[in-house]
């Protein structure tokens, strides 16, 4: 392939003359940080050609002229590649460039192809395309001699090569695999929604953030101590730092589940909870059963809440934040099996929800002055999608009805013998219903969301404070009362063993080795996704409209910060939040055609944890 580094207007625009109108595009810049990037070059491949253009000693004049006549290259292309779209889009961004909405992704194309494959450009250029890996460099290697040598323009153009070949192998395969539509349809137009997280962020208010951190360290250091004595515990010759007083520490480590496990046996209590290697673990199912048994235990979970807060969201924060006060976490698209989101530096979809934690880490989010968060979630998503995928009657009966689905299925369940008007949400009675089974609707909803979820009879047993066989008695009889639900599931375990895989309802698959076919663990994977994956894929595609929709709006001044499993934050002008409710409102319950409706609701707060 002839490669072409160009550094004036001529060459850039001779080089155009002959492209044709679908083009792969990679950037390199100073930075991953979107506020501290700056653009170095770009490389462009048409399939025959590979052209590396060089911005870094360009003068001012040459740059931006070139960067106005590549917008409209970019925007009138029939197809742009590119591989991890979200950064390039965000490179695009910075410098003022909106790029044609038709776009591929040759790392989600990989994710759809192979969700549990790689997804590195370097990787798949050596296991795809058969590049050998001594023509591989990183690009601390390709930079290290500098930005304009011949070694970083060939790490540069190869970048734009392989996506570019890289497409021409998936593209294909997307079409054999019916996957074209979840690809296209779905997929590339949340690579936008991606870019404008990352480039959103949420803001933080400091003060109230430092005041949870003043709050949690000290109640996390008495904890740390007083659980040593309550254990029993034999303390090790480790030293370690508290409250700059050297504190002898014991051999067991809090966070260890398997070595919690063994100072609760020696209390004197069974751990029935085992880790992935059948050992004896105090996990939080654990925790949750024995809850109350003894003060070491409770304390326990205590200190773990608070370890958590501190380890993964308070003392992180403060420097990750930007020099505007927001924090721009990354996104991560391509890492779960289900299609669910991810995110990293911190994981924001981990936030504990409300009421569930002893601080809450939601109240520090905030929107701008004279703005306001606007959080939108869907009501019972998953049960919503359970009900449709096993065409359950008595689920779907009581959606479409307005039922409290839970009583509903209690009183099949249990036999209650209520009368079908009093499990109608709005009926004057149907408060006080709720109060006289009030257990028996709660066990209920554990067993509904437990079966969504994929829970095992372990997590039954920790739910319920029973043991194994007896949960799976209650699964067997839950089971007995929604046929179909136990059906949905079979036929599911049944796809995988004759196919390998199981499709969603957005088409997504998820894929089972031979070896994992015949398992129970690929059963339960396989029915989690598809309740899963098509809670996940319907939120991807509420959000792709309201972002479009938004932007019709500039009055309106809304933009997407945020979203976490079934919800979605955006923060706008405070005089037009009921404007933007009933905007996201409308596209989450008309984002997928199910068997009952979908319902979202709107909250509206100046942080994110009063909202919810």
């Known amino acids: 392939m002839i490669n072409s580094i160009l550094h004036t207007k001529e060459e850039v625009v001779d080089w155009f003359k002959l492209a044709p109108d679908i083009l792969s595009f990679d950037t390199e810049t100073t930075s991953l940080s979107y506020i501290e990037l700056e653009l170095v070059g770009m490389s462009f491949c048409d399939g025959r050609r590979a052209c590396y253009i060089d911005f870094y000693n360009m003068d001012q004049e040459c740059r931006v002229w070139i960067l106005n ?41 990989a994710h759809l192809l192979n969700e ?37 323009y060939q790490y540069a153009t190869n970048d734009a090569i392989w996506a570019y070949q890289l497409y021409k192998v998936f593209e294909p395969q997307l079409r054999r695999q019916e996957l074209t539509k979840l690809f296209y349809n779905e997929e590339m137009q949340f690579q936008f929604v991606l870019r404008d997280l990352e480039i959103n962020g949420v803001l933080v208010d400091k003060k109230k953030l430092q005041e949870q951190i003043d709050e949690a360290e000290p109640i996390r250091s008495k904890l740390y101590r007083e659980l040593y004595d309550l254990g029993n515990v034999p303390y090790g010759m480790q030293y370690e730092m508290f409250e700059e007083q050297p504190t002898l520490i014991s051999k067991v480590n809090l966070n260890n589940a398997q070595q919690c496990a063994k100072v609760i046996q ?66 991560n698209n391509c890492v779960t099996v289900t299609g669910r989101l991810s995110y990293s530096a911190p994981n924001l979809q981990n936030m504990p929800r409300k009421g569930t934690s002893p601080l809450e880490f939601r109240e520090v989010i905030i929107p701008a002055p004279g703005y306001i968060l606007v959080v939108a979630d869907y009501a019972g998503q998953e049960l919503r999608v359970l009900a449709h995928v096993a065409q359950d009657k008595n689920m779907i009966d009581a959606f479409l009805k307005g039922k409290d689905l839970h009583l509903s299925t209690a009183n099949n369940f249990y036999k209650l013998g209520i009368a079908e008007e009093l499990l109608i949400t709005t009926h004057p009675e149907y408060e006080s219903t709720v109060k006289q089974f009030k257990k028996e609707r709660t066990n209920a909803k554990i067993i509904n969301f437990g079966i969504a979820y994929g829970k095992t009879a372990i997590g039954f047993a920790a ?50 080795d031979t070896h994992q076919r015949h398992t129970g663990r690929a059963r339960r994977q396989g029915f989690n996704f598809l309740i899963q994956g098509a809670s996940a894929d319907m939120i991807k595609i509420a959000m792709a409209r309201v972002r479009k929709k938004l932007l019709e709006h500039p009055e309106w001044d809304a933009k997407l910060v945020l979203t976490v499993h079934d919800e979605m934050v955006i923060e706008g002008k405070e005089e037009y939040q009921y404007q933007i409710g009933e905007l996201v409102k409308y596209e989450m319950e008309h984002a997928m055609k199910l068997s009952v409706p979908l319902v979202a609701d709107i909250t509206y707060g100046y942080s994110y944890g009063q909202a919810k």
């Open 266 to 331: 020696d209390l004197g209590f069974e751990i029935i909870e085992t880790t992935e290697g059948g050992q004896p673990s105090a996990n939080k199912y654990a925790l949750a059963r024995l809850a109350g048994e003894h003060s070491f235990i409770d304390t326990l979970a205590k200190y773990r809440q608070y370890d958590y807060l501190l380890n993964n969201f308070l003392t992180k924060t403060p420097g990750r934040l930007d020099p505007d006060g927001r924090l721009r976490s990354s996104v």
């Open 463 to 512: 739910d319920f404070g029973v043991s194994r066989s007896e949960a799976e008695s209650i699964v067997d009889a839950y089971f007995k009362g929604c046929p179909a639900v136990k059906q949905a599931i079979d036929n599911c375990s049944k796809t995988i063993k004759t196919r390998g895989y199981v499709v969603n309802l957005a088409g997504r698959r998820r894929r089972f």
């Open 69 to 109: 006549y590549i917008s409209i290259i970019i925007l009138e292309l029939k197809l742009l590649i590119m591989h991890n779209a979200p950064f390039d889009l965000k490179v695009l961004h910075k410098i003022g460039i909106e790029p044609t909405p038709n776009i591929f992704c040759s790392m989600t194309a």
């Open 116 to 152: 549990t494959g790689p997804k590195s450009l370097k990787v798949l250029a050596n296991i795809i395309l058969g590049v050998d890996t001594t023509e591989i460099m990183t690009y601390a290697e390709a930079a290290e001699e500098g930005w304009c040598t011949d070694r970083f």
